[in-house]
Structures are given as structure tokens and as C-alpha cells.
């Protein structure tokens, strides 16, 4: 995926493309989701199958799990990648911690009162499937940030290159009273543009 975004290694002599990197990401978790939901098919058929499948399942999120956290960087300006950061995890906590409660909670009720140890298979297995639907909305979500990613790296890169200017024209030696408030004015501007960016 470098490669193709920088028109290097078996790329070169092509024109980059800026946006690899989310349909590298969106290709391997539109192959991971369908992998997803036929293993769940699987698991009650044949168990080493679903092994096999999974196998691969893990190998397709491995573009997600080893470019989401670059790109969550390259759109965000670097006075304000920690906050981006933690933002991102915050979220993500938010809907991973109570995954499991949530689970139970399908499957209890797809079950009802039966105790039989097939209806209880069956009720977790569906309800395992209803997670499939995050699987696809990520999916959904992959495709889109392919149109946006390149204009919100450009955006980032402009806020970099501004924010290098304006230190620049900074005097380092003067009133140390001046130069802390340049610097607060800055602080704050670069953090009302990330709460602006996420919830603007």
C-alpha cells in the first residue's frame, strides 16, 4: 500500500495514489467481513473449516489493524495527534466494552427459556451474526473515507505548514510574557479545530 501511494517499489513509473491506503483498508475488511459471517455459517458444520476460515479472516483484518491508526494520524495535524488519538480510543471503547453484554443479551432472548444445549448453540450463533451488521457499517464507512481521505490529508498538511510559518514569524528572543501567550493562542486554536473536525 506505500508503494501504490507513493508510486515506488513495483509501482514505479505510476502516478501515486493518495488514496491506497483506505481502499487497502476497505479490500481487506469488505474479504474480512464476508469471511466473518461464513464462518459463523461454518461453526456449527464443520469446526476445522471454520478454522481455516477464520485464519484467513485474521489475516484480511490485518490491513485495518495496521493502517487505521496511520491514517488516523496523516488527517489530523500534528499539534493535535494526541488528541486525536485519544479520542479515536475513547470512542472505540465506548462501543468494544459492553460487546459482550450485548451478545448475551440477544442470545438469552433468541433462546427464551429452553435449556437445550442445541438452542443454545443456535441463539449464540445468531446472536454472533447480529455483530455482523458493525462488521458491515465499517465496511460502509472504509468506502467513504476513500473520497474524503485525500482532501483531509491535504487540509492537515495546509494547518502543518501554516503552523510552521506562524512559529516562525514567533521572535524566540523577546518578552517571555509575549511569547507565552503566542504560544497558549496557538494551543487553543489547534485544539478548537479537532473538537471542531470531530464534532463540527
Known sequence: SKSWRHGTGVFSGRTGNPSAYPIVICCGASIGAALYIFGLFLIGNNFLTYLVVMFFWAIASSADTSLSQLIN????????????????????????????????VISDALRGDSTVASDRFHSYQLALLFTASLAIANVICDFAMIFFFANDCA????????????????????????RSES???????SRTATLNSYYG
Open 73 to 104: 494520524l496523516m488527517v489530523v495535524p500534528s499539534s493535535s495527534r494526541a488528541a486525536a488519538v485519544a479520542l479515536a480510543r475513547f470512542s472505540a471503547g465506548i462501543i468494544t466494552t459492553p460487546a459482550a453484554q450485548f451478545v448475551g
Open 183 to 189: 504560544l497558549l493562542d496557538a494551543v487553543i486554536r
Open 155 to 178: 487540509k492537515a498538511e495546509e494547518k502543518d505548514r501554516e503552523y510552521e510559518a506562524e512559529n516562525e514569524t514567533t521572535p524566540l528572543i523577546g518578552p517571555s510574557k509575549k
